[in-house]
């Protein structure tokens, strides 16, 4: 646990000071999945859908080819954005309605991306491990979240 603890205190630090004076979202987002992808193990895929519409659309990411849209409601992202909460499944076979983007993806987790109380979208990140996210990889990754939030312009999704 103190290691865990350890790795999201400096990746938030680094994600800090990797984003510190861009306000761009697309390149934000660019870096923020990428520095996740290079220091969480075990992950098949990271990255962003954000808010259009009735629906979540594909942003930056690090990994193989990803569904384009998801609807709120279904899957695991569409879940998390509906209800704006996190949601972290062990295996994504017990989750009714899971969209399978990857078959390799055993475990989920996606975090809402809120500004001002109103949802932007999510981050999604997937692992080839069951049971992979443990409630410190929630908070930590929550956290990184906040950061990319506080970090970013999101005035196209508060209009």
């Not at 660019?30 to 990271?46: C, E, K, P, R």
Request: overall charge negative; charged content about 20%; proline content about 3%.
């Amino acid at each position: 646990m103190a290691a865990e603890l350890k790795l999201y205190r400096g990746l938030a630090r680094q994600l800090g000071a990797l984003l510190d004076g861009e306000r761009d979202c697309t390149a934000n987002a660019a870096n923020t999945s990428a520095l996740i992808q290079l220091g969480v193990s075990d992950l098949n895929w990271v990255g962003f859908y954000f808010l259009r519409g009735d629906g979540l659309v594909l942003g930056p990411f690090q990994g193989g080819p990803a569904c384009t849209r998801i609807p709120l409601g279904r899957g695991v992202c569409g879940t998390a954005a509906a209800r704006s909460e996190t949601v972290r499944v062990s295996d994504v076979h017990t989750f009714h309605g899971h969209i399978a983007c990857d078959a390799a993806s055993r475990a989920e987790l996606v975090i809402p991306v809120l500004a001002d109380g109103r949802l932007v979208g999510v981050l999604d990140l997937d692992s080839p491990v069951a049971g992979r996210f443990s409630e410190m990889d929630q908070q930590g990754l929550e956290t990184l979240v906040r950061v990319f939030v506080e970090a970013t312009d999101l005035s196209d999704w508060l209009a």
